[in-house]
């Protein structure tokens, strides 16, 4: 992670960027990188609770994702606003993440492996997906979306995506001295994850600590590395 700048985080719903890679942005920022993330639903869909209405359900998420992103030192939260479940292959879709990747130039992207087996939320597929087809090729070649320039919004090469949540991951990194932190943030869902429980809490130590053993750390995250420009 040397000689970068600015780290592009793009989630499907709030919470996922906290629980998939919460720990490495926190390190991030506090190493000095600018983080941006991305939002690109809603997650009305997010309860089971029939008298939550789904557009307060939307709201609330948006203040806890703020929330949250604060602890985490995230500079900068852009939501996309795509209702809950929805999202897919589709150019409005790939054109906003072209859009974000051209406006704040990335060396890193961060998002969720879009290849899990069998079950997967498709909202996670599609965020996956459509994140590294507007890295690679479509936020590097002037004539996609050609009216960006017009806007001053230049072509762009990211470096290198990491994606979590892979079933093939071969990159680990030490999360032990911001464990706290991403626990912290990820409390901030509360709408998602209840009140503060110090048994989840040790379960999850119990799980990144089995991480961290690959690199003889005590708690660690890991992710599928892709490079793309070097
Ligand atoms: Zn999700």
Redesign the pocket.
């Known amino acids: 992670m040397e000689e970068v700048n600015t780290i592009l985080v793009v989630t499907?719903?709030p919470?996922?960027a906290e629980s998939g890679a919460g720990a490495s942005i926190a390190r991030w920022t506090q190493e000095g990188k600018k983080v941006v993330l991305v939002v690109c639903t809603d997650g009305r869909n997010g309860t089971s609770d029939r008298s939550v209405r789904p557009e307060d359900l939307a709201a609330t998420r948006e203040k806890e994702q703020r929330e949250a992103a604060e602890v985490l030192g995230i500079s900068e939260v852009v939501f996309l606003r795509f209702p809950d479940q929805t999202l897919d292959d589709t150019s409005d879709f790939r054109e906003k993440l072209v859009r974000q990747i051209r406006t704040h130039r990335p060396e890193v992207v961060v998002t969720v492996d879009p290849n899990r087996k069998y079950i997967r939320?498709r909202?996670?597929h599609w965020c996956g997906r459509v994140t590294l087809d507007a890295v690679f090729p479509y936020a590097r070649d002037y004539l996609s979306y050609p009216e960006h320039a017009e806007e001053g919004l230049e072509p762009h090469k990211v470096r290198e995506v990491l994606l979590w949540g892979s079933d093939e991951p071969d990159l680990v990194l030490d999360a032990t001295d911001t464990f706290d932190i991403k626990m912290k943030a990820l409390n901030k869902h509360a709408s998602q994850v209840g009140d503060p429980n110090p048994d989840r809490e040790q379960r999850a130590r119990t799980r990144y600590g089995a991480v961290g053993k690959k690199i003889g750390t005590e708690l660690a995250e890991q992710f599928k590395l892709v490079e793309i420009f070097r």
């Open positions: 499907p719903h919470d996922d939320h909202d996670h």
